[in-house]
């Protein structure tokens, strides 16, 4: 890796602290870091968050501050095992004033923290969502799925009103004043801290020319363990929010039936007009596949719940279900 030169140096520009929670990926944490190397904004500094990995990640984020300790920092979150956690200990260490997070295994344009800085002060923006491509390998079935569904970002700033925290500009005043991420979700943090500052008033903005990308999520066990997760955090967020969330009643057919059909097809259409009938009924199976893994992320939370209850009533043979919480 070619040494990195920018650093927190004094500047007319805003101190940007880039905050990278990772767990178990050295691969993609070394290409994350890669693509931060070289950008052109003049003052800024990466703070690798490792959320207690038992792989070679550490190392990997270690040999990178070693050789460049003015520039790349590596903090430690090992009480809280959540990425909303070690966003928050990333918070905490940062000295810029703006936050940008970047999700390890993502990549970014040269210019993207230039480019986030100048949509920001064009908007007089505290919160930014980023256009995140999703970058597909190999065309298969699982991989074609995630490219498609993807990161609709801008739709979800408008109607939904929060952006993924894989690639977000924030205002440290921002956090500040309406707190940081809530490290109890399993999944969905990045939603209820969106609407929370939707809720404080300010706007939420969207900038296409602030360009991340993902890799695709190319195997079906990746995917569903991902939807699992959303499946818990719905189910958290209402327990955590009912005034905010609800969550389908789990006896709803809704979460056990396949889409419909036609909307569906129309739905893939849309953005991939080169899909062949074998790929639109594998596409239409993923998805049927997903719908049932989040329900069952929903009742395993519930049953979570449910073992809590009656070990803090005195019945503590009740075991809560082994599944991975992470939200990576």
Request: overall charge negative; proline content about 6%; charged content about 30%.
């Amino acid at each position: 890796m070619d040494a990195i030169e920018p650093a927190m140096a004094p500047s007319t520009q805003p101190a940007v602290s880039v905050i990278v929670p990772v767990y178990n990926d050295p691969s993609g944490l070394l290409e994350t870091l890669e693509s931060l190397v070289d950008q052109t904004h003049p003052s800024y500094e990466v703070i690798v968050v490792d959320n207690d990995s038992d792989d070679e990640t550490l190392a990997v984020a270690r040999s990178v501050a070693d050789s460049h300790p003015e520039f790349v920092r590596v903090e430690r979150e090992r009480e809280i095992q959540s990425s909303y956690a070690a966003r928050n200990t990333g918070i905490r260490a940062a000295s810029g004033e703006i936050l940008a997070f970047v999700d390890a295994d993502v990549t970014v344009d040269a210019d993207f923290l230039e480019a986030g800085v100048s949509a920001m002060r064009s908007r007089d923006a505290a919160y930014l969502g980023c256009r995140v491509d999703v970058a597909l390998e190999e065309r298969v079935i699982v991989g074609l799925y995630n490219a498609i569904t993807g990161f609709p970002v801008e739709r979800y700033v408008e109607e939904n009103r929060f952006a993924p925290t894989c690639a977000l500009f924030v205002r440290r005043d921002l956090v500040e004043d309406v707190g940081a991420f809530d490290n109890r979700l399993a999944s969905g943090g990045d939603t209820e801290f969106g609407q929370r500052v939707a809720a404080s008033g300010r706007d939420l903005h969207y900038a296409p020319d602030v360009r991340a990308e993902h890799p695709a999520r190319a195997t079906l066990r990746s995917l569903l363990r991902k939807r699992v997760r959303i499946g818990r955090g719905i189910t958290q967020r209402a327990s955590l929010y009912p005034d905010r969330y609800d969550a389908p009643p789990l006896w709803h057919p809704i979460g056990y039936l396949p889409p419909h059909p036609g909307r569906f097809r129309r739905s893939v259409a849309e953005p991939r007009d080169d899909l062949t009938a074998s790929e639109t009924v594998g596409l239409y199976c993923v998805a049927y596949l997903e719908r049932l893994a989040e329900t069952t992320g929903r009742a395993l939370e519930r049953l979570d719940e449910l073992a809590s209850t009656r070990e803090s009533d005195g019945e503590s043979n009740v075991t809560p279900s082994p599944i991975e919480s992470r939200d990576y």
